[in-house]
């Protein structure tokens, strides 16, 4: 076999050993994301590229806490959060998660609809909209989890094309490095609002809650084999045997979950990172500094960097909407579904798991609902990075304490590294919730 080939086999070897992590991270870069990066390169050109520098070791630490209590405790955060802590911070959490998420479901599906009226005038955005939505809908209730997960894993792929955009808007390279590396930091509204929405967008609940529940959703089924398992040996082994045969399992677990989950929040800040590169190289040195939507973010694009750059911006909104509100919509069913003691998750059929596929069918159709509704999709981002705002120290502070409780997680606590950028990402989202509140009034 050539090395070439050997090489190919090992990156194939290796995209399908990725899971959750690469799906949350993914679907962090959904079209309100990228709405937001566009902004950030648009207003400020390069100035904030520094942020996804930041980001990065702050997503991964939170993330990787939410993978470990999910190998740990085999259910939901929702479930955890019902058995550890008080009924009213459990219910505060869910009117706050919410409406947060379905109405990104909305700017999401309002996203996809303008770019694809960009691509095809002829057809309403509306249409375009009404048809993404049946479309995901038929694809969660219909497709088994393991055929869900694999479509989301590929079209992970769409986000690829972000990462040539900036080829085709030929940036100042020794500017990119410059502020890539020192953070250019603008004392007024307008900048503290980008930084705080660009924290908002990266750092969000949802991912926390999907993250927990995919790694439990794993970790089930990895105890049904060992089930199976040991009735096929009918007792040949002892509890004890198959105790530490267990620990060492979840132990390698957890390694590959941690290279699962980091490989995922990098890849998602390197799609950041070049969407806001693109936008900055590329609109803002032409005088182009005021983007809302997506669909301006990539009208704009085309007479400055040519077509090629237009239709990867359009095709790729397109891709990590497709993936980003499964995510959004499966996370808002296992909160609501988990917090009343629904039974119901991805891996069962519609007439299993009724109330579960029905929350995910409302909460899609409510999103669809927002366009009628004449809610702009930016203030919806801008009510969605409110909500989030409040919601994500709460959640944050509860994660560290499950991730250090022994009681929960029993020798997989949290190392000192990651407290340290666990209380660092809890510091850096309540100064940015305060932020957000303070400007906003």
């Known amino acids: 076999m050539s090395i070439s080939k050997r090489s190919s086999l090992k990156v194939i070897k290796f995209f399908k050993a990725l899971g959750p992590g690469l799906v949350t991270g993914a679907s962090d870069d959904d079209p309100s994301g990228i709405a937001t990066y566009s902004q950030a390169g648009a207003r400020f050109g390069l100035a904030t590229l520094w942020a996804a520098l930041f980001t990065f070791p702050l997503m991964a630490a939170i993330q990787e806490m939410c993978a470990r209590i999910g190998i740990m405790t085999s259910v939901g955060l929702t479930t955890t959060l019902k058995k550890h802590y008080s009924k009213p911070l459990l219910y505060l959490m869910m009117v706050l998660s919410v409406p947060a998420i379905i109405l990104n479901i909305g700017a999401d599906i309002a996203g996809m609809g303008a770019v694809a009226n960009l691509m095809f005038p002829s057809v309403s955005p509306m249409i375009f909209s009404v048809a993404f939505t049946f479309l995901l809908m038929a694809l969660i209730i219909y497709l088994p989890y393991y055929k869900l997960v694999a479509i989301l894993k590929y079209l992970c792929l769409s986000l690829l094309l972000y990462i040539a955009v900036p080829f085709f808007t030929h940036p100042n390279w020794l500017q990119v490095i410059k502020n890539t590396f020192v953070p250019n930091i603008q004392f007024n509204k307008d900048f503290v609002e980008i930084i705080v929405a660009i924290l908002g967008t990266t750092i969000s609940p949802y991912l926390f809650f999907w993250q927990v529940t995919m790694e439990a959703e794993g970790i089930k089924s990895f105890r049904k084999l060992l089930l199976a398992r040991k009735k096929k040996l009918k007792g040949e082994e002892d509890a004890a045997t198959t105790k530490v045969k267990e620990k060492k399992i979840i132990s390698l677990l957890i390694k590959k979950m941690q ?183």
């Open 259 to 441: 290279v699962d989950v980091n490989f995922g929040m990098l890849f998602s800040n390197v799609v950041m990172f070049f969407i806001i590169l693109a936008t900055g190289s590329a609109l803002f040195t032409h005088g182009i500094t005021q983007i809302d939507t997506v669909e301006q973010a990539a009208k704009a694009l085309q007479p400055v960097a040519g077509k090629a750059s237009y239709l990867f911006f359009t095709i790729g909104v397109i891709g990590t909407g497709l993936l980003a509100i499964p995510v959004l919509s499966g996370s808002l069913s296992y909160i609501v579904s988990e917090t009343f003691g629904w039974k119901g998750n991805l891996d069962k059929k519609f007439f299993q798991a009724k109330s579960f596929y029905i929350i995910i069918i409302i909460s899609l159709l409510l999103g669809l609902l927002i366009n009628y509704w004449g809610l702009s999709p930016i203030k919806a981002l801008l009510y969605t990075a409110i909500l989030y705002g409040l919601t994500s120290p709460f959640l944050i502070a509860v994660i560290l304490h499950i991730a250090n409780n022994k009681k929960i997680m029993k020798e997989n606590t949290n190392s000192k590294l990651s407290n340290v950028l666990g209380f660092v990402t809890l510091i850096v989202m309540t100064a940015a919730a305060i932020a957000l509140i303070y400007l906003q009034f």
